[in-house]
């Protein structure tokens, strides 16, 4: 049982480079979320989907997409990447949402020069 | 209004000695107050958690300290331990809401 596994561990990217943040979950979860996490800012919740084929927007979508890909899968990808997405990217999975426990993966480091 | 404010934004404590962790909210509709634990290098995992309808819940040397009327709830370590060192989250959700609204967390250094 591996339960959420993310890739790739590190990134750099030049300005203006696009990629995409991978994310799975063996636990047969319905919800899963993106993260990004800053000094001093906490944990950002940039998209989420409460289930399969639905996905909606968090606090800080813009530069974003997402895809459900299936119920075990939620990726993110980066567009255009700009200096101010230098961050680290948490994915995390729950039951159901609420009360249910996160569990998060071991985040991507993301450097954007 | 979703935000949920945290303190100490760092903290520095003996080994033994009790470390206290405070967050504030304002959506009376919070239900659900989870604190999670990330260790360096690692993502967060839940620690502990409570419901409103309860002051206090304590699993082992943790505990959380919950008060409804002035809508804070704070997180005590006791004997605290180098272990322990760690950045640490509150959070609060709403039963069938699907997000947890997070803190801004607190490191926590345990001095040997």
């Known amino acids: 049982n591996a339960g959420v596994t993310q890739t790739p561990k590190f990134q750099v990217l030049k300005t203006g480079q696009s990629m995409t943040l991978q994310c799975a979950q063996d636990m047969n979860h319905n919800s899963m979320y993106w993260y990004r996490q800053d000094p001093g800012m906490g944990l950002r919740l940039i998209y989420y989907?409460?289930?399969?084929?639905?996905?909606d927007k968090g606090e800080v979508p813009n530069g974003y997409n997402v895809s459900r890909l299936n119920k075990r899968e939620f990726s993110l990808r980066l567009e255009s990447a700009a200096p101010s997405q230098t961050s680290v990217y948490f994915c995390a999975s729950s039951e159901r949402g609420g009360r249910d426990t996160q569990y998060f993966g071991p985040g991507t480091r993301l450097t954007v020069l | 209004q979703q935000q949920v404010k945290q303190s100490p934004q760092s903290l520095i404590v003996q080994k033994g000695g009790i470390s206290i962790i405070n967050c504030a909210y304002e959506n009376t509709a919070f239900d659900y107050f989870p604190w999670y634990q990330q260790f360096p290098g690692k993502g967060p995992a839940l620690l502990i958690a409570?419901?409103?309808?309860?002051s206090e819940k304590k699993e082992g040397r943790f505990t959380i300290s919950f008060n409804k009327s002035a809508k804070q709830f704070s997180l005590h370590i006791m004997d605290s331990q180098p272990g322990d060192s760690a950045t640490y989250f509150c959070a609060a959700s709403i039963d069938g809401f699907q997000k947890l609204v997070f803190g801004t967390g607190t490191r926590l250094l345990v001095s040997p």
């Open positions: 989907s409460a289930s399969e084929g639905t996905t």
């Open positions: 409570i419901r409103p309808d309860v």
